[in-house]
T-cell receptor, first 109, second 117 residues
């Protein structure tokens, strides 16, 4: 299967700070999703981004498919951004998703 | 759109009993559903994939007689943990992919926390 590595594993920030989360993957993919798992366990789709750059409010993501990595940027972080951020990839159209181990983000007021 | 619900959200049962978890796609037809298991502070582990009307495909190491999956309709899949034991305690999450929404995106339910005493 496709190996997915996320870094850093843990990140602690003060409210208002910016951060960058990274996702490296071992093979070509046709789907990459970023998720936020809130403290209650709900996985929330942030981005579907197999390539290119997208922005949604304070969050943006960039995937460089040829170099097999994706970055998630969080600007002006808020305490509600706390939780685990997962990157997941899929190698074929109807294949399964491969998840990274996640980045645990804690934002302090 | 693309809402997936799970019921119950939390269940506590005695060792040896069976527990059924329901996963529903509320506003789209889920041609494929996925069941995941997540231990504390770990990533999601895919247990099985099911297509509507077909038998589920289980990942290596997952006991199909222990974790019974039924995907009888385009909006409902169930996971039954048979003869549950304390080591089955975990967070179970379903996910769906289908028609009427982005077919290349998986949508996740809120999860079910199972505690076996």
């Amino acid at each position: 299967g496709i190996q997915v590595e996320q870094s850093p594993p843990d990140l602690i920030l003060q409210e208002g700070a910016n951060s960058t989360l990274r996702c490296n993957f071992s093979d070509s993919v046709n789907n990459l999703q970023w998720f936020h798992q809130n403290p209650w366990g709900q996985l929330i789709n942030l981005f579907y981004i197999p390539s290119g750059t997208k922005q949604n409010g304070r969050l943006s993501a960039t995937t460089v498919a040829t170099e097999r990595y994706s970055l998630l940027y969080i600007s002006s972080s808020q305490t509600t951004d706390s939780g685990v951020y997962f990157c997941a990839v899929r190698g074929s159209t109807l294949g399964r998703l491969y998840f990274g181990r996640g980045t645990q983000l804690t934002v302090w007021p | 759109g693309a809402v997936v619900s799970q019921h119950p959200s939390r269940v506590i049962c005695k060792s040896g009993t069976s527990v059924k978890i329901e996963c529903r796609s509320l506003d789209f037809q889920a041609t494929t559903m996925f069941w995941y298991r997540q231990f504390p502070k770990q990533s999601l582990m895919l247990m099985a994939t099911s297509n509507e009307g077909s038998k589920a495909t289980y990942e290596q190491g997952v006991e199909k007689d222990k974790f019974l999956i039924n995907h009888a309709s385009l909006t409902l899949s169930t996971l039954t943990v048979t003869s549950a034991h304390p080591e089955d305690s975990s967070f179970y999450i379903c996910s769906a992919r289908g028609q009427g929404v982005r077919t290349d995106t998986q949508y996740f339910g809120p999860g079910t926390r199972l505690t076996v005493l």
